[in-house]
């Protein structure tokens, strides 16, 4: 059967053959001579070539013979060197290292050096006496170092790239290098350069499971970015006393790297929550402001006119009350304000713009300031340990600007800061106050914004498939 197929198909091979060759030769005797002539001439040129080559084959075919060819060897004599030679030479041969690490809270600079394998008292007493190399004995926690060692853990560069509050908008950052001359090997010399930042997208997503930022450490994401996370959706999200386990979020920021190196976090460029199925974005915008701002994709601002707390982050000790027992004196009394529980030093925040109305002692606050915002409204921040840089009364200030720290002064059973929210001078509920919101985005700019955040909203909706996909093993 198989063979009477095959002689079918063959035979209506054979008939397209026919067919073609037919339908050619009909086309060629349509041809005036001329064209005719052109190709025959061109089809004798072009098998030229092949001829030759035939030729060559026909006329040597001996050469084409491998197996005839007689095989001969070849004997060189090559000196070796000497074993004395070759440990002169391993000896003279300095193999180096580059170690990193970051500097740690608290940690001297000899600590960070014996941490990274630098064995060299000489490159340490450089570093302690010098005074041009002061800038690398106070570095910063964070910061991030490079050393060039060799094996026996002598220095031969040691690099410090700049500190984490560099601007976010910032294209380069500041490298302090110690460096050995070339001329001796022994003399020590600093110097500083700009070193160009690369911008990198990195993406994250968490979930939470106890407090939010436990679920961000555990996403691998930034603290400094959390923070950020925190700053562009406060007024939507109560960070305090609204999350859920099983809330979850997504995070797009910039990565800054200097010569292939991961250096630190940059900013944060777009945000999503989703909590109890309300599901919010942020995008960061250049408005135009200084800083820029975070807008949903309607134009509408996320940031407040008013900060939900003084403090990035800590937990309500005390709320707004109309009958409460006094901590110190045990009488019972109203608490118009909320007090949050933080570690003595820690930074507050001024909630608003406006302009410091007084900054000093009073009796039971202890350390006290208060701003004013408007002719209807002010806020009052109690029992600091000391005042911010420039706190006086007449001083305009900013949102977020720090207006002093944590503290136990005045009437006080331990640190804590006691925040109030004026009305006409009546205090209000801070929680639950009417505040005003911040304005919306220019129309003028809204198709930018869309365009921008465009690309970013795609990469939070890939975050989101690859969530929901892990979620399911």
Do not use: C
């Not at 300095?94 to 170690?99: D, H, P, S, T, Y």
């Not at 820690?346 to 208060?370: C, H, L, M, P």
């Amino acid at each position: 059967m198989s063979r009477e197929i095959l002689a079918k198909q063959l035979k209506n091979l054979s008939a397209d053959v026919r067919l073609g060759v037919r339908l050619l030769m009909r086309r060629w005797r349509q041809l005036d001579r001329a064209t005719r002539s052109r190709i025959e001439l061109a089809a004798v040129f072009s098998l030229l070539p092949l001829s030759a080559a035939i030729a060559a084959i026909a006329a040597a075919p001996v050469a084409l013979d491998l197996d005839s060819i007689e095989a001969r060897p070849i004997v060189e004599v090559v000196a070796t060197p000497s074993i004395g030679e070759q440990m002169q030479s391993l000896g003279q041969l300095r193999e180096a290292f580059v170690r990193e690490a970051r500097v740690q809270k608290g940690e001297p600079i000899g600590s960070m050096l014996s941490r990274m394998g630098v064995d060299d008292p000489a490159a340490e007493r450089f570093l302690r006496t010098d005074p041009a190399a002061r800038p690398l004995v106070r570095l910063a926690p964070g910061r991030f170092v490079q050393a060039n060692i060799d094996a026996d853990g002598r220095l031969n560069w040691l690099r410090a790239y700049g500190p984490a509050d560099d601007g976010a908008s910032s294209s380069s950052t500041r490298v302090i290098t110690v460096a050995r001359s070339p001329a001796d090997g022994d003399t020590l010399s600093l110097s500083e350069s700009q070193v160009e930042l690369l911008r990198r997208v990195e993406l994250r997503s968490g979930e939470i499971q106890g407090s939010f930022f436990a679920a961000a450490d555990a996403a691998d994401i930034p603290d400094s970015i959390a923070q950020q996370m925190v700053d562009a959706l406060e007024s939507e999200i109560d960070f305090h006393r609204s999350l859920q386990r099983g809330d979850r979020f997504r995070a797009i920021y910039e990565g800054l790297y200097a010569g292939g190196e991961y250096l630190r976090p940059g900013r944060l460029l777009a945000v999503e929550f989703v909590s109890q199925a309300k599901t919010v974005q942020a995008f960061w915008f250049d408005d135009g402001s200084r800083n820029g701002g975070f807008y949903a994709i309607d134009g509408h601002s996320m940031k407040r006119a008013f900060l939900r707390s003084p403090l990035e982050y800590t937990r309500l000790s005390s709320g707004f009350s109309e009958n409460r027992t006094h901590p110190v004196f045990g009488y019972n009394a109203a608490h118009r304000a909320i007090d949050y529980s933080a570690p003595a030093g820690t930074k507050v925040r001024i909630v608003a713009s406006g302009t410091v109305d007084f900054a000093g002692w009073q009796r039971g606050y202890g350390n006290v300031v208060e701003v004013r915002h408007s002719e209807k409204h002010s806020t009052l921040y109690a029992h600091l340990q000391g005042f911010g840089p420039g706190i006086v009364k007449g001083r305009r200030v900013g949102q977020g600007d720090v207006v002093g720290f944590v503290g136990a002064t005045g009437w006080a059973t331990g640190p804590h800061l006691h925040f109030e929210v004026k009305v006409r001078g009546v205090q209000v509920n801070p929680l639950t106050a009417e505040l005003p919101s911040a304005e919306p985005l220019d129309p003028s700019k809204l198709t930018a914004l869309a365009d921008a955040a465009a690309p970013l909203r795609e990469h939070l909706a890939l975050l989101a498939r690859i969530q929901v996909a892990s979620s399911a093993r």
